[in-house]
């Protein structure tokens, strides 16, 4: 298993708090279940893990300062 860089957890946990109003660690996410998103750019990351646990996101009514991504 491969380490998970350190500025991509960064990012991740950027975008999924933007997204979703958890990082990592609150949602759970051990070494393993990060590798699996860890080929991703992290925003597109923490896009993919609330599409796969089907989480709420809290910018649904309105966007999120800073994240410029949609879906």
């Known amino acids: ?12 946990d950027e975008a999924i708090l933007g ?10 996410m051990d070494e393993r279940e990060l590798s699996w998103y860890a080929d991703l750019p992290p925003i597109d990351a923490a896009l993919a893990y609330g599409r796969d646990f089907d989480l709420c996101r809290v910018d649904t009514f309105w ?9």
């Open 19 to 28: 997204f979703f109003a958890i990082d990592h660690a609150e949602a759970g």
């Open 1 to 12: 298993m491969n380490r998970i860089d350190a500025e991509w957890l960064r990012e991740f």
């Open 63 to 71: 966007p999120s300062p800073g994240l410029r991504h949609t879906s």
